[in-house]
Structures are given as structure tokens and as C-alpha cells.
């Protein structure tokens, strides 16, 4: 399975840059997708195809990476971006998500 | 609007098998592939498998194979996903997720928290 590697957790202040990195076992192509999960929430969609903005998302969010390295960046951060970032990969099967990094506000 | 209604929690006894649904509605239910996504409490997410409801083609994460089914009925716009000889493992939040193209899972549902227990 494609494993996919990110930090566990961050903490920045509101207003700062913050980078969420996820680094992929093997080539995932572009196929690299970035969801949001706020505690007792479902995930949402953020980024697809490693760099594309889902309708209704801030442009504080942006994505970038292909092959095994990927970037999720918060510009500015706001305090209501306190949630766990997952990325998932979608081009080799089995489907495969990164265990998640917990993004705190101080 | 795109929605996503799962059914609710469940309480089940180790070895006993539950079902639980996710009925769509604002799109084309057989233009979209449906994923199963188990979440454990405090962990990460974990792909089951997909269902494409136009041509009843299944696909399962091998780890899966044996304990997930998942089945479509285009009458009512409802995917389901049966859960056989459950034990403690089983014990989890499972979201169902609309596939867009590449598998990209753009709408949720609200998740069905199984607990198994005696």
C-alpha cells in the first residue's frame, strides 16, 4: 500500500503561513487530495488534484506537489482552521490517507 | 443541494453482522461512484471500498475483502454497507463519500458511529 507520511501536529499563531507537508511512499502522480476534519465533524474536501481549490473554500488555502512530495498551505491562518488535515491519494490501489496532522491555533 | 443521510448509531454484539445506509439526494445517484470510510475513535481514516451504482461494480481494500459488502439500490438513491462477524476492531465512525472523478470524495455524510459490544 502507498503510505503516506505526515507530521503529527503544528501549532501557529492567527496570521502566520503554515505548511502541512505529506511525502508519499511512491509516485502518486497528481492524484494527492487534502480534506479538513473539525472534531465531531466529517471530513471536507480543501484540495484536489494536488493543487486545485474546491468551490466554497478560502483562497487562504492552496496545495501544490506531484510525484511524492506534497505541500497543504494556510495563508493566513485563522483561528477557525483549527481542525486535522488528512491527504489521500487516489492513484494507486488501495486508496490510501495520511494519518492526519492537528493543526492548533495558539 | 448535495446531501449525504446516513442512518444512525448502532449497538451491536460481537459476532453479529449491521447494516448501515447512506441515502443520496441533489445529483445523479448512478453518475458518482459511493466510498466507505472507517474512522476509529481518535485515529485516522481508512478507505473500505466503492461501489458504482450505475453498473453495480464493486471495489474493496483487500483488507476488507470478507468483512465489508456494499450494495446499491438505484430505486431509493441508497448505497449500504453490511458489516459481518463484527468484534472490538469494528468499533468505529464509518462515512460514506460521493466519488468524484480520480476518487476525489467531495461530499460526506454525516458518519454512523458502530460500537460493539456485549
Known amino acids: 500500500d502507498t503510505v503516506l507520511t505526515q507530521s503529527p501536529a503544528l501549532a501557529v499563531s492567527p496570521g502566520e503561513r503554515v505548511t502541512i507537508s505529506c511525502r508519499a511512499s511512491?509516485?502518486?502522480?497528481?492524484?494527492m487530495h487534502w480534506y479538513q476534519q473539525k472534531p465531531g465533524q466529517q471530513p471536507t474536501l480543501l484540495i484536489y488534484l494536488a493543487s486545485n481549490l474546491e468551490s466554497g473554500v478560502p483562497a487562504r488555502f492552496s496545495g501544490s506537489g506531484s510525484g511524492t512530495d506534497f505541500t497543504l498551505t494556510i495563508d493566513p491562518v485563522e483561528a477557525d482552521d483549527t481542525a486535522t488535515y488528512y491527504c489521500q491519494q487516489s492513484w494507486n490501489d488501495p486508496l490510501t490517507f495520511g494519518s492526519g496532522t492537528k493543526l492548533e491555533i495558539k | 443541494e448535495v446531501k449525504l443521510q446516513q442512518s444512525g448509531d448502532e449497538l451491536v454484539r460481537p459476532g453479529a453482522s449491521v447494516k448501515i445506509s447512506c441515502k443520496a439526494s441533489?445529483?445523479?445517484?448512478?453518475?458518482?461512484?459511493m466510498h466507505w470510510v472507517k474512522q476509529r475513535p481518535g485515529q485516522g481514516l481508512e478507505w473500505i471500498g466503492a461501489i458504482i451504482p450505475i453498473i453495480d461494480t464493486t471495489e474493496y481494500n483487500q483488507k476488507f475483502k470478507g468483512k465489508a459488502t456494499l450494495t446499491a439500490d438505484k430505486s431509493s438513491n441508497t448505497a449500504n454497507m453490511e458489516l459481518s462477524r463484527l468484534t472490538s476492531e469494528d468499533s468505529a465512525v464509518y462515512y460514506c463519500?460521493?466519488?468524484?472523478?480520480?476518487?476525489?470524495?467531495?461530499?460526506w455524510g454525516q458518519g454512523v458511529m458502530v460500537t460493539v459490544s456485549s
Open positions: 463519500a460521493r466519488g468524484g472523478i480520480a476518487a476525489i470524495f467531495d461530499y
Open positions: 441533489g445529483y445523479t445517484f448512478t453518475s458518482y461512484s
Open positions: 511512491e509516485s502518486v502522480s497528481t492524484l
